[in-house]
């Protein structure tokens, strides 16, 4: 009889022990899945940005270095969208060493520009939310559950993590001259807040290990979290050589 009772005690012990196994490994996968699934959202986000700023260059020749402004041209700049040609140089023109402006001056042949905005060029639909962090916590102080499947229409969501975005020239020792550098950046605590803050924690102390997500504080960036930020962003103001590139690429 005593045999027994010890024997129920280890079973139920033993199957215990496989429970809490499978809910830590199960509450690690549902962890990383729902990161992986805000980090998507976030990247996008950046994407339009970076795609922003590259309309903004071929229209100014320079990148732009605030939020706004860049929200600003894309509602309101205007881009190329096509240009309509009727006619062509015929080949005694261009053997006379006419050119194209030339012609067009002259009434000899016509090209017609088609304006756009840079948001319909763009695809952007909602460019007053590209300064928000579009996951997280939502301004009305709720949470959202992204996990692997969620509802587009996250996007028009206003969230309380901003978007940082800055410019800067910085020297190339190769070039000999200033290279205009700009960055823009997502904050892992705005991205991932309502997330299991142990886990959070956790994963926090591995990227500072492996030295990944990293990057230096702005000097008027409240995040003192052990003295580093970490997120995901695209730009490197202290990289020539980043080119805009992701740093999860």
């Known amino acids: 009889m005593k045999k027994s009772v010890i024997n129920g005690l280890l079973v139920v012990c033993a199957l215990g022990l496989v429970a809490a196994c499978f809910y830590s490994i199960y509450s690690d996968i549902a962890f990383d899945e ?5 980090e998507k959202i976030v990247i996008a986000r950046l994407m339009d940005i ?7 260059k071929m229209t100014f020749g320079e990148y732009c ?15 190329v969208d096509k240009i309509i040609k009727d006619g062509e140089l015929t080949d005694d023109q261009l ?26 060029k763009l695809g952007i639909s909602n460019p007053d939310s590209m300064k928000y962090v579009p996951i997280g916590r939502p301004a009305d102080g709720t949470f959202t559950v992204v996990r692997s499947t969620f509802d587009p229409s996250v996007y028009d969501t206003i969230y309380q993590g901003i978007i940082e975005l800055r410019k800067k020239a910085q020297f190339n020792m190769k070039s000999n001259e200033f290279d205009m ?21 956790n994963l926090k102390a591995d990227l500072k290990k492996r ?34 590139a992701g740093n999860w690429e």
Do not use: C, P
Request: hydrophobic residues 35%; negative net charge; aromatic residues 6%.
């Open 50 to 56: 970076r795609n922003a700023e590259e309309q903004y």
């Open 181 to 201: 550098l700009v960055e823009f950046r997502a904050r892992l605590d705005d991205y991932i807040d309502g997330m299991s803050e142990k886990k959070i924690k």
């Open 34 to 38: 729902e990161k992986a699934a805000r």
């Open 95 to 120: 053997e006379a060493g006419m050119t194209e402006r030339e012609a067009v001056a002259k009434g000899l042949i016509k090209r017609d520009t088609v304006w756009m905005t840079a948001a319909e």
């Open 211 to 244: 030295h990944r997500n990293r990057a230096e504080l702005m000097l008027d960036n409240e995040d003192q979290t052990d003295g580093e930020w970490y997120g995901l962003r695209i730009g490197d103001l202290e990289d020539t050589n980043n080119k805009m």
């Open 65 to 79: 270095g605030t939020i706004d402004s860049l929200i600003d041209f894309v509602k309101n700049g205007k881009t």
